[in-house]
């Protein structure tokens, strides 16, 4: 059981580095700077974002030219939505 979860695990890191790498490739700093590649759950990616100005221009400028980036070089991933959310406080 523990590997299982293990692999799952590094599957997903692995995912996330992927999509982190095509986000600084393909988006820039401007981008990659605001946002922390979150979890993917049932095809929608969440990426993490510090406050909620930042989280309205994303949306506004960035949500569906993440979806067309991730859904072009990631398609086995599934992904068919993208979600900012602001991080949670520590």
Request: proline share 2%; charged share 20%; hydrophobic share 50%.
């Amino acid at each position: 059981m523990q590997g299982a979860m293990g692999k799952v695990q590094t599957e997903s890191t692995a995912l996330q580095r992927r999509i982190e790498e095509l986000l600084k490739e393909y988006a820039g700093a401007e981008l990659i700077d605001s946002v922390a590649v979150g979890e993917l759950s049932k095809g929608m990616l969440t990426l993490y974002v510090a406050d909620a100005a930042v989280l309205y221009q994303l949306r506004l400028i960035w949500e569906q030219k993440v979806l067309q980036i991730v859904q072009a070089h990631l398609p086995a991933a599934g992904i068919y939505e993208i979600r900012f959310t602001t991080m949670m406080p520590r």
